[in-house]
Each structure stands twice: as C-alpha cells, then as structure tokens.
C-alpha cells in the first residue's frame, strides 16, 4: 500500500509540472497550472485558441517567434489555452472567438484584450510596453535565397528549377515594401523542390542588372525551365497575386499560407481511372489496377510521385473493402489537426486529396 501511494504521489506530481510544459517556446497553460503560471510574479501574454481554428495556425509561427524571443524574459510569460481542452478556464475569461490574446499584468487576473495586429513584431512591441521590457526581436532564417556573381548562373540558369528574381537597390523605397511581401512567397513555396524564390542587390553586382536589361526597381522577372533567358513579370504585388503565378506557372498548389490546396496531387487521367476502377466488379478490379499500372509509368516528375500513392491507394482499396478511403480520410484529417512537420503535412495532404477520388 505504501509503495503503491508512494507511486500515486510521484505520477501525480509529475503531471502537475507536464501541465505546464513547453510547445517549443510557449508555455502551454491548463485548468490546472493557469493560475499557478499567471497573475504572479511576472505580466503574461495568452493566446486562447481551438486546434481548428485556421486563424490560430497562421498565428502560430508568428506567437512562436515571438515567445522564443522573451524566453529569457523572466518578468515576462508567453502563453496558450487550447479551449477545446479547457473550457472552464477560456469561459471565466469571457473567450468568444478564436484565436483571442489578452494582456495579464503582474500580480492580476483581470486582463486587457489585445486588439492590435497579429505579427511577431506587434506582439512584441505591445508586451514591452505592458511588461516594461525592452526585447528585441529573434532574428529568423529568410526563405529568400540571397544571388551573387558566384551563384547567380548555378541557381537561376538551372534548367531543373523554376526561379523568380527580383532586382533590387537597397535604397529602394517600392523595394522595402515589397520585401516582406516576397519573404512571404518564398516561405510559401520553401517546400517545392523545383521553386525557387531568390533575390540580387543590383547596386552590388550592376553587371547582372546590365546584362538582364534592369532599368528600375524592383523589377521582377520569372526563369522557368524551359527559358533561361527570362521573361518579365508583370503581375501584381501581393502574396496571392504572386502564389497564383507560381501554381499557374509551376505546376504547384499552394495556398497564401504555404499549405497544400485540396487539388495538389490529382491527376486528371488517374482521376478517370479510378472512376472506372470504382465501378468495375471485384473481379474486374484487376485488370483496371492494371491500367493505373501502365499510365503511373507514363509520368513524369512530381506526377510520377503522385502516380505512387494512386497505386498504393487502389491496392489498399482492393485489399480492405469499399470503406477503405473514407475510413482512411477521416484519419487523416484527424492527424492534420494535429501539430506536424511542414513535411508530414504534405504527405498527408497529398494522400487525403488522393483517397477522395477513391471515397
């Protein structure tokens, strides 16, 4: 008996302090440990949020960027409430709408609601001034990737790549504001193996400039594959103007955020197939598989990558019975609730998409 309380006591002390555990540089706050971590010692800034919410996940790089720079902030806690988990805590707190941030000042539980923009560097502009910090921001990785003299030719000219440039000057006011806009396209298509989102400081290598006819900043233009003598962009200047250029010109689908659209993967010829496949008679289903077999062989590229998961779907299908895909799509959309990796979000993009023209 007394080693089983012993055990009882360690485990439960255990999952008080898991309670309060880290997604990444977020605290994650519960029922149990909100109050234990906020209205302290310390001001707080907490995102009530739903795993669902599609406005909470385009927040969340940017809620990460901002606690991994106040981590070391001790008179400062960067925190999260998933309500779904936690009803009663977001209902004390008058949560209505996700995702919804509200300001805790030190030694209080009555908040202030956060109404300003949702970008790292608003965020934290607004917890130094409540929390009277000074924190700068963390520097992130640029999905830009930066041309010079030395690997202007290997990068741009590479006939296995698509590669839009834009030609800048550093004093280039239009060229400040693009910026952050084009960082946005390159972290959206940083996935895509054969897009390449790439930038030249004309004032440094002018020769270049010279030698692509560049006149006035920025001027952007787009080197596909099959011209590596470029062709002038002339689209607009937002992130979905420039999105919609690239899937149209590339071949990919990608959406503003950088994810999947619920068309990347289909081929249409496939498609049919499996439309003749579905209503083939069990013995029939062979020599339909067979058909996959044979056009699967025919592609080429990322097609040929798409053409896979066909074969590995209709087998499957074959093998456990009509309920297969339906079955298998609600998993998936389970797991992509989830957090994952930019590139297990993908695949079970690619397979979900797929597994429709089956369900």
């Given at each position: 008996m007394l080693r089983s309380a012993i055990w009882f006591g360690f485990v439960t002390l255990a999952l008080f302090f898991l309670s309060s555990a880290f997604a990444g540089d977020v605290v994650v706050l519960t029922e149990d440990s909100f109050e234990n971590e906020v209205g302290k010692d310390r001001g707080a800034l907490v995102e009530f949020y739903a795993p669902w919410c599609g406005h909470c996940k385009k927040l969340a790089p940017e809620y990460e960027m901002l606690a991994t720079s106040f981590k070391k902030a001790k008179s400062v806690l960067i925190g999260k409430v998933d309500c779904d988990e936690h009803k009663s805590v977001c209902s004390k707190y008058g949560v209505a709408g996700y995702p919804t941030i509200k300001w805790f000042p030190k030694g209080s539980l009555e908040p202030e609601k956060y109404e300003g923009a949702r970008t790292a560097e608003?965020?934290?502009?607004?917890?130094?001034?409540?929390?009277?910090?000074?924190?700068?921001?963390?520097?992130?990785?640029?999905?830009?990737?930066?041309l010079t003299s030395d690997n202007f030719d290997d990068i741009v000219l590479d006939e296995t790549k698509d590669v839009l440039v834009e030609f800048y000057a550093p004093w280039c006011g239009h060229c400040k504001n693009l910026a952050p806009i084009y960082e946005?396209?390159?972290?959206?298509?940083?996935?895509?193996?054969?897009?390449?989102?790439?930038?030249?400081?004309?004032?440094?290598?002018?020769?270049?400039?010279?030698?692509?006819?560049?006149?006035?900043?920025?001027?952007?233009?787009?080197?596909?594959?099959?011209?590596?003598?470029?062709?002038?962009?002339?689209?607009?200047?937002?992130?979905?103007?420039?999105?919609?250029?690239i899937n149209d010109a590339s071949g990919t689908s990608r959406d503003a955020s950088g994810q999947l659209t619920s068309h990347?993967?289909?081929?249409?010829?496939?498609?049919?197939?499996?439309?003749?496949?579905?209503?083939?008679?069990?013995?029939?289903k062979k020599a339909v598989f067979a058909k996959i077999e044979d056009e699967v062989q025919k592609l080429k590229g990322s097609t040929a990558r798409y053409g896979k998961i066909y074969l590995k779907c209709a087998k499957s299908c074959m093998e456990k019975g009509a309920d297969y895909a339906k079955n298998e799509i609600q998993r998936l959309a389970r797991m992509l609730d989830k957090a994952l990796s930019p590139?297990?979000?993908?695949?079970?993009?690619?397979?979900?998409?797929?597994?429709?023209?089956?369900?």
């Open positions: 608003a965020l934290a502009a607004y917890v130094n001034t409540q929390g009277g910090t000074n924190v700068k921001m963390a520097t992130t990785p640029s999905s830009v990737v930066v946005k396209v390159a972290t959206a298509f940083k996935m895509e193996e054969d897009v390449v989102i790439a930038n030249l400081d004309t004032d440094k290598y002018k020769d270049l400039g010279e030698k692509y006819d560049v006149s006035g900043y920025p001027t952007l233009k787009f080197f596909p594959k099959n011209n590596k003598a470029g062709e002038d962009y002339g689209g607009g200047r937002d992130l979905n103007d420039f999105v919609n250029f990347a993967g289909t081929v249409a010829s496939l498609d049919n197939l499996v439309k003749e496949f579905l209503s083939a008679s069990n013995d029939e590139a297990k979000a993908d695949e079970f993009t690619l397979k979900r998409n797929i597994l429709y023209s089956f369900a």
